[in-house]
């Protein structure tokens, strides 16, 4: 039997690593524990993935990352999410895929949650590293121990992210947000 796989090279960039949740980078910013597990040069920019443990009310407001899709593997808890106009709740071993340009927010329902969150092409990793602070122990941090988000217009951009003006259908203060 003749093997015709080609020998096709390693694409430029890619490197062969190892990396474990409790010796990869971790930060705390948010109120969240972000581990950067893999970091965009790692792939060659191509992905990047982050573990993030998250207390009950967490999240993101409604935005949308112009150049990178984004997905959530849920790890355990109950997260809320909005994707499109779609509101759906997510459980352990749910995979939520978010296309680059679409809306999308989530808020923790649980008292905690944890997933794996990744980005294609890499790139948001590089915003963690530039915002958060590193974090003293890898847990969630005390709540309002980080300092608060803002990002200047021009390190959304830097990043590909945009906010979205309008209500948040998660938020538990507005009137419509799920229950």
């Known amino acids: ?47 990047s993935l982050m573990y993030e443990a998250l207390p009950k009310g967490s999240g993101a407001p409604p935005h949308k990352h112009t150049w990178s899709d984004e997905h959530f593997y849920i790890l355990n808890g109950d997260i809320t999410f909005l994707v499109g106009e779609d509101i759906k709740t997510g459980h352990k071993g749910d995979f939520v895929f978010v296309p680059r340009n679409t809306r999308h927010a989530f808020r923790v329902d649980s008292e905690t949650a944890a997933f794996l969150n990744g980005y294609t092409p890499a790139g948001l990793e590089l915003a963690i590293e530039e915002m958060a602070m590193p974090a003293p122990t890898r847990t969630i941090p005390p709540k309002n121990a980080t300092p608060p988000p803002n990002m200047t217009d021009e390190q959304y951009r830097r990043y590909g992210m945009e906010n979205l003006p309008g209500p948040n259908p998660l938020d538990l203060g507005n009137a419509t947000a799920p229950q």
């Open 1 to 47: 039997m003749t093997d015709t796989t080609p020998d096709l090279p390693a694409i430029p960039g890619s490197i062969p690593f190892v990396h474990n949740v409790d010796t990869a980078p971790a930060y705390w910013w948010l109120d969240i524990l972000w581990i950067v597990l893999v970091r965009g040069e790692d792939t060659g920019g191509r992905y």
